[in-house]
T-cell receptor, first 112, second 110 residues
Framework: QKEVEQNSGPLSVPEGAIASLNCTYS??????FFWYRQYSGKSPELIMS????GDKEDGRFTAQLNKASQYVSLLIRDSQPSDSATYLC????????????FGAGTRLAVHP | DVKVTQSSRYLVKRTGEKVFLECVQD?????MFWYRQDPGLGLRLIYF???????EKGDIPEGYSVSREKKERFSLILESASTNQTSMYLC?????????FGQGTRLTVV
């Protein structure tokens, strides 16, 4: 089992719809969870972080965390073609120092 | 603005060459990292450093070494480049649970 798992996609949604991206992780000791967006040929850009169970909203983005189920998700409301990118889920490793384990990423395509 | 700067966007090197990838951050972060990213494999940690002159191996350190002589600068060294080291290399720095990435260096070894 991979430490951080994501569906590779592509996830295709129409413009204006809600895109739902999911991620599961294996280490129950993980405390910090992140979503990065990566456009083709570019570096990852941090868009959301979440540390406690529940929802965290920032503009059109909502991160959801369920530690009991070892599950974290990202919802993108009113999806735009500019949201088309690969979304990387990252989880902190034990031992601190900001060490992260990444999923392989989910490719999102928002079509007009 | 947060800034992590990698010295090159694209590099082409020959097999057997010694290759240096440089990274500088201006955020006074203690922690710095080198990852490589390959299709289908995601980002994998090569090495990280939590202080000047301090380093620890990540998941795939074989064939690589690092140097951190100053807090703001973290270098990745390929001792003898091989074709299987062709990849995107990403430097990152972090503190307070947040990590920022440089723009990446696409290295091709021929």
């Amino acid at each position: 089992q991979k430490e951080v798992e994501q569906n590779s996609g592509p996830l295709s949604v129409p413009e204006g719809a809600i895109a739902s991206l999911n991620c599961t992780y294996s280490d129950r000791g993980s405390q910090s969870f992140f979503w990065y967006r990566q456009y083709s040929g570019k570096s990852p850009e941090l868009i959301m972080s979440i540390y406690s169970n529940g929802d965290k909203e920032d503009g059109r983005f909502t991160a959801q965390l369920n530690k009991a189920s070892q599950y974290v998700s990202l919802l993108i409301r009113d999806s735009q073609p500019s949201d088309s990118a690969t979304y990387l889920c990252a989880v902190n490793r034990a031992g601190g120092y900001n060490k992260l384990i990444f999923g392989a990423g989910t490719r999102l395509a928002v079509h007009p | 603005d947060v800034k992590v700067t990698q010295s090159s966007r694209y590099l082409v090197k020959r097999t057997g060459e010694k290759v240096f990838l440089e990274c500088v951050q201006d955020m006074d972060h203690e922690n710095m990292f080198w990852y490589r990213q390959d299709p289908g494999l995601g980002l994998r940690l090569i090495y990280f450093s939590y202080d000047v002159k301090m380093k620890e191996k990540g998941d795939i350190p074989e064939g690589y070494s690092v140097s951190r002589e100053k807090k703001e600068r973290f270098s990745l060294i390929l001792e003898s480049a091989s074709t299987n080291q062709t990849s995107m290399y990403l430097c990152a720095s972090g503190a307070d649970r947040v990590t920022f990435f440089g723009q990446g260096t696409r290295l091709t070894v021929v």
